[in-house]
C-alpha cells in the first residue's frame, strides 16, 4: 500500500510542477518573442539500498519551442523580428553573453541600445551598442545599424555599428532562470549569422498556443484530482486494514 501512496504523491507533485510551468506559458501570452517552455512527466527509478522495485514520478523540462510566432509590423525603427533558428546577442545580468529573441528595442537615456528589459544589445565586437546623437536611424536585414547624425542633411548616412545575432537550433540552446538562450554547457557558442537575419520595424510575437494551453491545464487539474482521490482511497484501505487487525 505505501508503494501506491508514494507513486500517487510523486505524480501528484509532477503535475503540479507541470501546472506551475503551463501557468507560466499563459502569463506570457503576449510577451514579445517569448518561447513556450515544453515540460512532461517522466519515470523515475527510486535509487537506494535495495532492489530497484519501485518507479516513481518525475517533473522534467523538455526545453522550449521552436515554433515562429506570429510577426507584427509595429513601424517602430528599432523595432526588430530575428528570422528563424536566429538570435539577439545581448548582456545577461550576470555580466555574460545572453540570446534572445526579443526585438522591441530601445535607446536609453545614455544612447544605448537595449531590450524592453534594459539589458544591453551586443555588436559584433561583443560591446554594448551605444547609439551617437542622430536624426534617423536605420536597421538593415543584416543588422547594420546606419544613422544620419544630429544637424547633418539627409544624405550624410553613417554607419554606426551592427548587432550581434547568432544562428543556432532552438534545441542547442537552453534557457536559464533569468529567461535568456545560452550555448548547452561544454558547447561552443552559435556563430555569427550571415546574410538577412531579420527585419525591421516588426516584432515576433509569443509563440504560445494559449487555447492548447487552457486545454492543458483543465487535462493537469483532472489528473490531480485523480491522484489526490488514490491517495485518500490509500489511507482509507490502510486505516480499514488497521481497524481488522486491531480487532483480532
Known amino acids: 500500500m505505501d508503494k501506491a501512496l508514494y507513486v500517487a504523491m510523486t505524480g501528484a507533485s509532477a503535475t503540479l510542477k507541470a501546472q506551475g510551468s503551463v501557468a507560466h506559458n499563459l502569463a506570457n501570452g503576449d510577451t514579445v518573442g517569448f518561447q513556450a517552455t515544453l515540460s512532461g512527466t517522466v519515470a523515475a527509478p527510486v535509487a537506494g539500498p535495495g532492489l530497484a522495485t519501485r518507479v516513481a514520478a518525475a517533473h522534467r523540462s523538455l526545453g522550449v519551442s521552436a515554433a515562429p510566432g506570429a510577426i ?3 513601424g517602430n525603427p528599432t523595432d526588430v523580428a530575428l528570422h528563424q533558428d536566429h538570435w539577439l546577442a545581448v548582456q545577461a545580468p550576470d555580466g555574460g553573453t545572453g540570446y534572445t529573441r526579443a526585438g522591441d528595442l530601445r535607446i536609453s ?6 531590450t524592453a528589459s534594459g539589458l544591453p544589445v551586443l555588436d559584433q565586437g561583443g ?3 551605444a547609439i551617437p546623437p542622430h536624426e534617423t536611424l536605420t536597421i538593415g536585414n543584416d543588422g547594420t545599424l546606419s544613422i544620419v ?8 548616412i553613417t554607419e554606426a555599428g551592427r548587432l550581434q545575432v547568432v544562428a543556432a537550433d532552438t534545441a542547442q540552446l537552453v ?3 533569468d529567461g535568456l538562450m545560452r550555448a548547452a554547457p561544454g558547447t561552443e557558442p552559435p556563430p555569427p549569422a550571415a546574410g538577412a537575419v531579420l527585419t525591421a520595424g516588426a516584432v515576433e510575437g509569443s509563440n504560445v498556443d494559449s487555447t492548447a494551453m487552457l486545454v492543458s491545464m483543465i487535462q493537469l487539474a483532472r489528473q490531480f484530482e485523480m491522484q489526490v482521490r488514490v491517495l485518500q482511497s490509500g489511507d482509507e484501505n490502510a486505516r480499514a486494514a488497521n481497524s481488522l487487525l486491531s480487532s483480532r
Open 72 to 74: 507584427m509590423q509595429t
Open 175 to 177: 534557457r536559464g532562470d
Open 149 to 156: 547624425p544630429l544637424g547633418q542633411p539627409a544624405s550624410t
Open 109 to 114: 537615456a545614455n544612447g544605448l541600445l537595449t
Open 127 to 129: 560591446a554594448p551598442v
